[in-house]
């Protein structure tokens, strides 16, 4: 890997960092100013989500379409659960703040590691704390 891969790596990882941010502020303005519902915006977001994977699927790999016939149990169950959880994110949204819906964001993860730690018995080492 070059310098530019590293580059380029970064400025990604930037990127991606930036839209995190703002977007529950985004959210909230479009639940605001557009007097769109929760159950609007989500359904926006999974259409176009699949419009534009579809489209770069058709054309990469037309093999992946084979799904559709008969989709797999777990894929149908894993397509559900993520919507409702983007519906919730939206309904908390809609009830809340953005600074309150990045917070809950952020501590989804740091509670999922707790959990592991006290339920499950996970061994935790000094590269796990500086990591946590």
């Known amino acids: 890997m070059g310098k530019s891969d590293h580059l380029k790596g970064v400025l990604y990882a930037l990127v991606a960092g930036v839209m995190w941010a703002i977007l529950a502020v985004a959210l909230k303005i479009t639940l605001n100013i557009y007097a769109l519902t929760p159950f609007t915006i989500v359904w ?18 037309p093999s992946l379409y084979r799904v559709f016939y008969k989709p797999p149990l777990k894929l149908i169950i894993a397509t559900l659960c993520l919507g409702f959880n983007y519906y919730a994110y939206m309904k908390g949204l809609d009830n809340s703040t953005p600074s309150n819906a990045s917070v809950f964001t952020l501590l989804g993860p ?7 730690i006290y339920i499950f018995k996970e061994k935790i080492t000094w590269l796990h704390i500086s990591g946590f």
């Open 44 to 61: 926006f977001r999974f259409s176009i989500a699949f419009f534009i994977l579809g489209a770069v699927l058709l054309v990469k790999h």
């Open 110 to 116: 740091v509670l999922f590691a707790i959990t592991g």
